[in-house]
């Protein structure tokens, strides 16, 4: 079929499954221009590894270490004349990847919150790799069933305590307008914080504990994200805000549990950018238009490659990891160095519909947003017969 973007408000219906396979082996090439990770890790669980952080960090530690990698996901194959999601497509395309360089590659697909999806996974570790000696938290959800009662938990952005109004982007038509966001009601705060918060990260750990999967030495890493004050009501200080303290109160709590294995767990806050799970936070893609284009004017712009490439090689495995006094690794460094924030609150004050293309970067948000799903990308014959159905190597065809 001829495969063409398919955008439903914040979400893009189709992906491509050729597109998808070149913006991964781009983000390849950058980890291999890197050069070695030296003493990088070897032997990697990713948890949320098919989009967004989660494949990046695969990616960086697979390319960047020759690490063997083992992924979890939750993505939807394709059919005959539907296309799969694009972590499907982006996790075929690194198996293949991964195996022409002779590294090893096995992926789940199922939802990770749950005990079977646990017990498979344990299983695949102990028979292929023995052992594994990092494992990336790098889950994003709107829900999450209990893996004990059943319960379906919800998570919500909203804000606490006030309803909140600023500015927003309508990120189809490029409109500046207003948007306004009733607080958080009810169990609104503890829903979220059982989707995104540390509980699932701690029974992750406890499983791989119990079962003898985590070498010695193990870091683990879970993502935050922190940024500037005008998303504070409905980033830090919101619901999603609640469940990311909630990420660093298990990290302490797994520290302890590691403390044996001499191992290590670590909230990483990482850069705002435009993956599927930000692209649904109201307020917070205009602030990544502006900050995209200052960035790139800077020359310090990131993308998720080069995030996860700099959380591995200059923190996680340089011996020097920088943390803040929160005990957080910030990759965000560079997006909060306080001249470009100031500007960036300068450019907030003032951006509207009719400037935000000289004062932030829309086409480069819209174009990072289709990249996501594969389309865009140079090199690519879009116009061509494709076959939405291929599979990933590692699963079950
Ligand atoms: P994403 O939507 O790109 O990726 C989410 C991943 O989780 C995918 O691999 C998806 O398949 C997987 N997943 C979701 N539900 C699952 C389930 N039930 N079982 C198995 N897998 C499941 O999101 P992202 O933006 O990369 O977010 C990852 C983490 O990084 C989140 O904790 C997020 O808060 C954090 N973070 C994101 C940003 C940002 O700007 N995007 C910034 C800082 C931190």
Redesign the pocket.
């Known amino acids: 079929m001829i495969i063409a973007p398919k955008i439903r408000g914040f979400i893009c219906t189709t992906a491509h499954p050729e597109g998808c396979a070149k913006q991964v082996a781009e983000q390849i090439a950058v980890v291999k221009s890197r050069g070695l990770i030296e003493n990088g890790p070897k032997k990697v669980l990713v948890i949320?590894?098919?989009?967004?952080?989660?494949?990046s960090s695969r990616i960086a530690a697979a390319f960047g270490s020759n690490a063997a990698t083992i992924g979890?996901?939750?993505?939807r194959p394709g059919e005959a004349d539907r296309t799969a999601t694009a972590?499907w497509y982006n996790t075929r395309a690194f198996e293949q990847e991964a195996a022409a360089a002779g590294l090893y590659a096995r992926s789940f697909n199922?939802?990770?919150?749950s005990d079977p999806v646990k017990a498979e996974v344990i299983a695949a570790i102990k028979a292929d790799l023995g052992q594994v000696d990092l494992v990336i938290y790098?889950?994003?959800?709107p829900r999450?069933t209990d893996p004990q009662t059943g319960e379906v938990y919800k998570s919500v952005l909203k804000p606490i305590g006030q309803r909140y109004t600023n500015k927003n982007l309508n990120t189809g038509t490029g409109v500046v307008n207003e948007v306004t966001i009733e607080p958080a009601e009810g169990d609104d705060i503890e829903q979220t914080v059982a989707v995104?918060g540390g509980q699932d990260w701690e029974l992750w750990t406890d499983a791989l504990l119990a079962a003898g999967v985590l070498a010695n030495g193990v870091q683990t890493v879970?993502?935050?994200?922190i940024g500037p004050e005008v998303t504070w009501p409905i980033y830090k200080n919101g619901t999603i805000g609640r469940a990311k303290e909630d990420l660093e109160r298990v990290q302490r709590v797994l520290d302890t549990k590691l403390a044996p294995l001499q191992g290590k767990a670590w909230v990483s806050v990482?850069?705002?950018?435009v993956?599927?799970?930000?692209s649904a936070i109201p307020v917070v893609p205009l602030y990544i238009s502006l900050l995209y284009k200052a960035m790139k004017a800077q020359g310090t712009h990131e993308d998720c490659i080069e995030q996860m490439d700099r959380l591995l090689r200059d923190r996680l495995y340089s011996g020097n990891p920088q943390p803040d006094e929160a005990g957080r690794i910030r990759v965000d460094d560079w997006e909060m160095e306080p001249a470009l924030q100031a500007l960036l609150a300068k450019y907030w004050q003032e951006v509207n519909t009719e400037n935000l293309a000289q004062l932030g970067d829309f086409d480069g948000y819209q174009s990072s947003f289709l990249r996501l799903f594969g389309f865009g990308l140079s090199g690519v014959d879009y116009s061509a017969d494709t076959d939405p159905g291929v599979g990933i190597p590692s699963l079950p065809q």
């Not at 993956?275 to 930000?278: I, L, M, W």
């Open positions: 949320g590894s098919s989009t967004g952080y989660g494949l979890v996901f939750f993505e972590g199922g939802d990770a919150y790098s889950l994003a959800s999450r995104m879970a993502y935050s994200y990482n850069k705002a950018l993956t599927q799970a930000s």
